[in-house]
């Protein structure tokens, strides 16, 4: 093999390992991407349950003050549209974070 055929060959070589590099990278960065996507949902999942909590909180307070109940009940209507909307972001956390947990295993 002569000396320009061996540079060739190493040439070609090293843009099959660059390219193979450059596909993994491509591959590892759209995974991180897409983690970061999955913690980004689940942090704002949980600032709509914090919303949802102090909604439900004032809800409680509003009984007890403005409407003059002594208890209240999770089926009633106010308390329940609110608890189900907790229980939906609830879910969808609990969802989000397995994806998470499947990618980063």
């Given at each position: 093999?002569?000396?320009s ?9 090293g ?8 596909v ?5 960065a759209q ?11 689940i942090?704002?999942?949980e600032?709509?349950a ?16 403005e409407?003059?109940?002594?208890t209240v009940?999770?089926d009633?209507a106010?308390i329940?549209t609110i608890l ?8 969808g956390?609990?969802r ?6 499947l990618?980063?295993g």
């Amino acid at each position: 093999m002569t000396f320009s055929e061996r540079m060739k060959d190493l040439l070609e070589q090293g843009w099959a390992v660059t390219k193979e590099a450059a596909v993994k990278a491509g591959a590892k960065a759209q995974d991180l991407g897409e983690r970061g996507l999955l913690m980004w949902d689940i942090k704002q999942l949980e600032n709509q349950a914090q919303k949802q909590l102090a909604r439900l909180g004032t809800e409680v307070f509003l009984f007890f003050t403005e409407k003059g109940q002594t208890t209240v009940q999770s089926d009633t209507a106010e308390i329940k549209t609110i608890l189900d909307e907790i229980a939906k972001i609830k879910d969808g956390i609990e969802r989000k974070e397995a994806e998470l947990k499947l990618r980063k295993g």
